[in-house]
């Protein structure tokens, strides 16, 4: 028999544990019914580390997720830790997790729910059944690169710089996982960049172009520049599948997408690492929110968001699509039966606690598997 798959849980600060309680609700229904076997512990991050440990980041909670076939983190930071030194603020224990792990790739999909498509700031028939995701190198361009700083010229006048460098494994590592990706969805890739004025965005085409040749012909590819990508992504988001790019444009373009969905109490992420050779993969799912602190302990916070990351867990670091697609099925159901959180509602509608959308969603998980 094989060893049950580990699963570390780190609920963090503000709503996290809130939505967390609700998370674990949904897994206990696929426990119980045995579509999953997890062996699931939870540990401390963030503020809440910081608390007890003195630091956000610990070495036990560090080793609990190299040792974990997936992590799931709800969120991070607050008004109470704000006067902490930099290097132990919250925040410092989710970029230390994401390092450690050696998560390269940051996947953001851009799901809008049939039902929710009037609450975009889009016109509903451009966003309504939009699916796309966006897979941001994570580790590399401009962020990290070297030389870096703010020095004082000899005329007195001062200069900021930063470096945009990519190697070609680091460009064949993330445009790989977006290949992958698009196997398992529309079979088509964006290659992002700007290689009109940029050395590094002419070597980024290159080699995602020769691995295309390579490994990927069945995937459609497609180069586009990332100012070009912006403007697209507000005319007609549905023209993309999965979009590759580095880590600047990739944080610019994933808040751009996100926000087509509404609210940021709906979406899911993931970060991966490199695929060993045994397939394993390190994985951290996360919402993109942060720890909402002005209704954080009110009880009323959306827990989709982290059920979702739940769902491309499930999906992609475990291959149960099936199940995926029936937690995913059920959010729908609940949503089209309007049952919602306040910053979903809509008109005539009576915003839910955290609780009963939780509650919600096992009840349809229920009704729709029995
Ligand atoms: P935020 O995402 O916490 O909140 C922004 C707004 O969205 C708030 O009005 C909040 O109430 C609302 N919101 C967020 N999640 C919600 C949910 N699930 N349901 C309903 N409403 C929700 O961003 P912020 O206010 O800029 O940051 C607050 C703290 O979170 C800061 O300390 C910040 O550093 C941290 N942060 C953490 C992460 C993370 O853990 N990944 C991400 C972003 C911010």
């Given at each position: 028999m094989t060893a049950p798959k580990k699963i570390l849980l780190l609920p963090g600060d503000g709503i996290g544990p809130e939505v967390t309680a609700v998370l674990r609700k949904v897994m206990d229904w696929f426990q119980q019914t045995g579509r999953t076997t997890f062996d699931i512990t939870e540990g401390l991050i963030g503020g809440a580390s910081y608390d007890a440990h003195g630091t956000p980041l610990t070495a036990d909670t560090i080793a609990a997720a190299g040792k974990a076939?997936?992590?799931?983190?709800?969120?991070?930071?607050?008004?109470?830790?704000?006067?902490?030194?930099?290097?132990?603020?919250?925040?410092a224990g989710l970029l230390g997790i994401r390092k450690e792990m050696g998560l390269f790739a940051n996947l953001r999909p851009a799901l809008v729910f049939d039902v929710l498509a009037n609450a975009s700031t889009l016109k509903?028939?451009?966003?309504?059944?939009?699916?796309?995701?966006?897979?941001?190198?994570?580790?590399?361009?401009v962020y990290f690169g070297e030389p870096r700083?703010?020095?004082?010229?000899?005329?007195?006048?001062?200069?900021?710089?930063?470096?945009?460098?990519?190697?070609?494994?680091?460009?064949?590592?993330?445009?790989?996982?977006?290949?992958?990706?698009?196997?398992?969805?529309?079979?088509?890739?964006?290659?992002?960049?700007?290689?009109?004025?940029?050395?590094s965005g002419i070597l980024w085409k290159e080699e995602v172009t020769k691995l295309h040749a390579a490994e990927y012909k069945d995937i459609e590819l497609l180069h586009m520049y990332a100012d070009n990508c912006a403007m697209q992504l507000a005319r007609n988001p549905k023209q993309f599948d999965v979009i590759v790019t580095d880590n600047l444009f990739g944080d610019v373009l994933s808040d751009l997408a996100s926000m087509m969905t509404g609210s940021l109490g709906m979406l899911p992420s993931a970060s991966l690492g490199a695929k060993e050779v045994s397939g394993r993969q390190a994985a951290l799912?996360?919402?993109?929110?942060?720890?909402?602190?002005?209704?954080?302990?009110?009880?009323?916070?959306?827990?989709?968001?982290?059920?979702?990351?739940?769902?491309?867990?499930?999906?992609?670091?475990?291959?149960?699509?099936?199940?995926?697609?029936?937690?995913?099925?059920?959010?729908?159901?609940?949503?089209?039966?309007?049952?919602?959180?306040?910053?979903?509602?809509?008109?005539?509608?009576t915003?839910?606690?955290?609780?009963?959308?939780?509650?919600?969603?096992?009840k349809e998980l229920s009704r729709l598997a029995p």
């Amino acid at each position: 028999m094989t060893a049950p798959k580990k699963i570390l849980l780190l609920p963090g600060d503000g709503i996290g544990p809130e939505v967390t309680a609700v998370l674990r609700k949904v897994m206990d229904w696929f426990q119980q019914t045995g579509r999953t076997t997890f062996d699931i512990t939870e540990g401390l991050i963030g503020g809440a580390s910081y608390d007890a440990h003195g630091t956000p980041l610990t070495a036990d909670t560090i080793a609990a997720a190299g040792k974990a076939d997936a992590v799931i983190l709800a969120c991070v930071g607050g008004p109470k830790w704000e006067k902490v030194p930099f290097a132990v603020r919250p925040e410092a224990g989710l970029l230390g997790i994401r390092k450690e792990m050696g998560l390269f790739a940051n996947l953001r999909p851009a799901l809008v729910f049939d039902v929710l498509a009037n609450a975009s700031t889009l016109k509903p028939e451009i966003v309504a059944g939009l699916d796309i995701m966006i897979v941001r190198e994570l580790l590399g361009g401009v962020y990290f690169g070297e030389p870096r700083g703010i020095e004082t010229l000899p005329n007195g006048e001062r200069r900021g710089f930063n470096t945009q460098s990519y190697t070609t494994s680091e460009i064949i590592r993330v445009a790989r996982v977006a290949f992958e990706l698009a196997r398992k969805r529309g079979k088509k890739v964006h290659s992002v960049e700007k290689a009109n004025v940029m050395e590094s965005g002419i070597l980024w085409k290159e080699e995602v172009t020769k691995l295309h040749a390579a490994e990927y012909k069945d995937i459609e590819l497609l180069h586009m520049y990332a100012d070009n990508c912006a403007m697209q992504l507000a005319r007609n988001p549905k023209q993309f599948d999965v979009i590759v790019t580095d880590n600047l444009f990739g944080d610019v373009l994933s808040d751009l997408a996100s926000m087509m969905t509404g609210s940021l109490g709906m979406l899911p992420s993931a970060s991966l690492g490199a695929k060993e050779v045994s397939g394993r993969q390190a994985a951290l799912y996360e919402p993109i929110h942060g720890s909402a602190p002005d209704i954080a302990g009110k009880g009323v916070a959306n827990p989709l968001a982290l059920i979702l990351s739940y769902a491309m867990m499930l999906r992609y670091s475990f291959n149960m699509a099936a199940a995926a697609d029936l937690l995913e099925k059920a959010v729908q159901n609940v949503l089209r039966a309007g049952v919602r959180t306040a910053d979903i509602v809509e008109k005539g509608q009576t915003p839910v606690s955290t609780a009963v959308m939780g509650d919600a969603v096992v009840k349809e998980l229920s009704r729709l598997a029995p």
